[in-house]
Each structure stands twice: as C-alpha cells, then as structure tokens.
C-alpha cells in the first residue's frame, strides 16, 4: 500500500510541481530525443504555407485574367500553372500531417520516463491501430457506450503497472447522424477510456453516472430492460452533497457499498464539479472501466516548441488524466 501514488500525490497541484522538477532534468534529453522529427515538421509546415501562399497568387491571377482578353495559350498555361501548385500544396500539407502525427507519437514515447518517475511506478506507451479493435471489444464488455455504429478513434494506449495494472487509452468517438436528407458527424465522447484490474472481484455489477447524464449506457439500459426482474436498481448510497450529482446503480448495494468508498466518490465528485461534464463508471467482474472526460486531450497531436513552458502545459495534459485514473483505482482499497 506504501506505493500507491495517491499517497504522495494527492491533488493537482502537487503532480504539476513533481511534474515540473522532472522535466527541469530531463528536458535536454527530451529535446534532444525528439529534435529530428520536429526540424521535419517544421520544414514541412515552410513549406506548406509558402506554396500555399503561391497557388493563391497564381489562382488570383487565373481568376482576373477569365474577365480579361488575354489568349487562349496564356489561360490554360494559368490554368495549368494553378493545378500544378495546387497539387503541391496537397503534398506539403500530406507532409506535414504525416510528420506531425510521428512527433506526437515520438513526444508521447519521450515522456514515459519522465511520467514513470512522476508517478513512481513503471509506464508504457503503445500507438496501434489495433487498439481500436481491442477498445472497441472493451467499450461493449462495459456497457458503458451502447449505441451502434460508433467511429473509435484510439491509437494511442498508456498502461501502468504496479499494484494494479492500469490501462489508459485516449479515446474519440463520433457517430454518423441522418438529419433528413443530410448526414453529419457528432462527438459522442473525447476523453480517456480506463480499464483497471482491481486484482479482487466484485459481486456485483455497479454503474455511477453524473447528473444530466441519464440515458444511452449501462445503468440506465440494464434499468429498463432488467427493472422487471429486479436485477439492476438504482441504489440510494446517502453521500450527502454526492447524492443529487452522482447516481448509482446496482445488483448489490451492500458490495456497492464496500468498493464506493468515500476517497473514490470524492475523487469523482471533485473532478466533476471541474467542468460538470458527464462521466460513466462500471464494476465487473474484477474490473473496472471509466469513461473520464477531459478537453485538454490531444489525440494524434503534439508540440512542435522547444519552450519549458509550452512543454510542461503539453506534458500536463496527458499526465492528468492518467494521474487521475490511477488515483480513482487506488481510492478502490483506502
């Protein structure tokens, strides 16, 4: 129990100071390691930008000769001229978004020494686009996520290993929408997904959502179709100011109430009042799956600066929630 991070990291504050010490040491190295891939992406971002600055000119120039006189000849050659640049500029930007997906890819991978010392526990970064497949599997095993035809995006895994493995995967979802005879595509979810092995089984199954968030996953949907049988109820726990904010639904309330502890509801009750959006928690089994919002996720992306700061800011937004994930496991045996 002695090394568990919650005990030496136990709010936001001391993670961004632990956080920062890191990075004062390592950050040569992180530079460094990740200099080549970001002098490509920069090079490539040049050009991009002064081509395409170019092929607006010549488009400009295509444009104002259509109302003049000039030959035939001197139009297609414009013409001609205006796709070739165009077509430049497709290569360039394809360049640059390659790049910039490998240094992201690249930066992540960097930081795992850096958030393993943080954290002190041993962390490891993966990119597949197998994940997917596997996320996928996870998000129905959870019931967390119920509707058809979802566009998982989850490339990018972090597992933590210690008392508890822990898994962390950078997840977005969208979903095609028919709105008569158009289609969009809207955000379900952008956050982590978390699946932890909580090394105990749980006997029974037990789902807590936020306020607001009532329909669409397992605790709700189980209450539907299970309330005849009485399988699934939705279980008062008396947390006080929790019990109008999170809500709780169970095939046991007494086992609800043995792995619910206080430091875990807490810890969901805080992050929530942060920005009060909804999140989803699962028991099954001996696992447990979270599905934790958080905007300052930045699938695919990364920084291209050298700057302490803009590092650190980088770092921090991957490190949270990760932070946060272990923590709310942990809070599982307080």
Do not use: C
């Not at 360039?92 to 010392?117: C, G, S």
């Not at 996928?136 to 290993?161: H, Q």
């Amino acid at each position: 129990m002695s090394n568990r991070s919650k005990f030496t990291l136990s709010n936001e504050a001391e993670l961004k100071a632990k956080l920062n010490s890191v990075l004062k040491t390592s950050l040569p190295n992180f530079i460094a390691s990740t200099n080549s891939r970001r002098a490509k992406v920069l090079s490539n971002r040049k050009s991009a930008l002064i081509t395409l600055a170019l092929a607006l000119g010549v488009l400009f120039i295509l444009f104002q000769a259509v109302d003049s006189n000039i030959g035939a000849w001197s139009f297609n050659t414009l013409l001609v001229t205006s796709i070739i640049w165009i077509v430049v500029v497709i290569i360039f930007f394809r360049q640059w978004m390659k790049n910039d997906h490998l240094l992201a890819r690249e930066i992540n991978m960097a930081l795992v020494p850096t958030f393993t010392n943080v954290l002190d526990r041993l962390v490891m970064y993966t990119h597949d686009s197998a994940h997917r497949v596997k996320t996928a599997e996870l998000l129905k095993e959870s019931a967390l996520l119920t509707s058809e035809g979802l566009d998982i995006e989850a490339d990018d895994t972090y597992t933590i290993y210690g008392e508890n493995e822990v898994s962390v995967r950078e997840l977005f979802v969208t979903k095609l929408v028919s709105n008569g005879k158009s289609t969009s595509r809207v955000e379900v979810f952008k956050g982590v997904f978390v699946v932890a092995d909580l090394g105990k089984g749980h006997e029974a199954e037990t789902y807590i959502s936020t306020d607001g968030d009532r329909s669409g996953f397992a605790h709700r949907t189980f209450w539907s179709d299970l309330v005849e049988s009485g399988e699934v109820k939705e279980t008062v726990l008396e947390w006080n100011e929790f019990e109008k904010e999170l809500h709780v639904a169970t095939t046991n309330p007494t086992k609800a109430r043995e792995i619910l502890t206080p430091d875990f509801m807490q810890d969901v009750y805080e992050w929530w009042k942060e920005h009060e959006l909804n999140m989803r928690i699962a028991f099954k089994g001996s696992k447990l799956y979270l599905l934790l919002p958080e905007e300052t996720i930045k699938i695919g992306t990364s920084t291209t600066s050298i700057d302490s700061k803009k590092i650190e800011s980088y770092a921090h937004s991957l490190l949270r929630p990760i932070w946060r994930s272990v923590k709310l496991v942990e809070d599982v045996y307080s």
